[in-house]
């Protein structure tokens, strides 16, 4: 299953040229390094829908809580980052 993912930006690192600006993102406790090229309204706090390791869109936090609620109901949060669970 492929899918986009919601998480929080939680540090913008390279903040100098837009196409290579990154960020720490924050997936319901799993953190990972994401491209932030396509949003570059992405702030620190702000939710965004990452899709293989780039952000596609900035989202509001209800919508992110709705579809983490969502993803955890499927068990799939895990599975999509790479963590099966056991």
């Given at each position: ?6 998480g ?7 903040e100098?040229?837009?196409s290579?600006?990154r ?5 319901g ?7 932030l ?6 702030e620190?706090?702000k ?8 952000a596609?869109?900035?989202?509001d936090?209800?919508e992110?809580q709705?579809?983490?609620r ?15 669970p056991q």
């Amino acid at each position: 299953m492929c899918l986009a993912v919601p998480g929080r930006v939680i540090e913008i690192m390279d903040e100098g040229d837009v196409s290579f600006r990154r960020g720490r993102v924050d997936f319901g406790g799993i953190r990972k390094d994401v491209n932030l090229a396509y949003v570059p309204e992405a702030e620190i706090g702000k939710y965004v829908l990452v899709h293989v390791g780039f952000a596609i869109s900035v989202i509001d936090e209800a919508e992110a809580q709705r579809v983490f609620r969502y993803l955890e109901e499927l068990g799939g949060l895990q599975e999509e980052l790479g963590e099966i669970p056991q």
